[in-house]
């Protein structure tokens, strides 16, 4: 069994191992940062309907300016819940390195962002096709995948419904490749953050541990009264 082994490492081209690690490199990424992704696409899912449902309040109380203010304080909170998730990750990164079981990587956190926003630039891209390309199947599909994009982005509809020389700007095809940026972007900084351990702000506490207190004498203060008095009588 050994020799087997042997004889395929042996025979492997320089390609076939990079292919080979690179796939192994992918599994380990995947296997210890899935869980964050889905808890990124979870925030944005949650706060996109908070925020689309303050847009048609604002929509139905026909106030723009409210509008806007709303989208922008929805924005807000999905960038702070975004900052948060992302320096827990690269502080915990820092604790692995620390002991020697990762190496650093700046940019993990952005690509934890890119991947939970996958469904994002899909939804971009086949907008993108339906816009150029006068295909019936590409426009059926551009227009449930601009409905999704809406849906998944709601936080951003107040501001998308202002117009621009008199075009809504949700109608541009290249605005659905900004809308995860700003994600992207707190996320890589956010993760940097916690992998240098920089607060940044007093949401993160750091927890000392308790004083280690001996069983055999819990109160050893009382004992040293007791021995000062004893020497001084």
Known sequence: MVA??????????????????????????????????????????????????????????????????????????????????AWDIGYKDKVSCDVGAGKHNPHMGALVSLCANLPNFLFAVFITLATFFNVEILSSIGGICSFLALTLEGMYTGLLTNSVAGVQLNSHWFIYFLLPLPAVLMSWVAYYLGLRDVKGTSFFRQVKPAKHISTANPHPHIDDDRGSDEGSN
């Open 4 to 85: 087997f082994f042997s004889d395929i490492r042996y025979n492997m081209t320089n390609t076939d191992r990079a292919v080979f690690f690179e796939r192994f490199e992918m599994k380990k990424f995947f296997a210890r940062y899935s869980y964050d992704m889905v808890k990124m696409f979870l925030n944005q899912f949650a706060i996109a309907i908070f925020g689309f449902t303050l847009t048609l309040a604002s929509g139905l109380a026909e106030n723009p300016m409210l509008r806007n203010v709303t989208s922008i304080a929805a924005i807000a909170f999905y960038l702070f819940l975004l900052y948060t998730v």
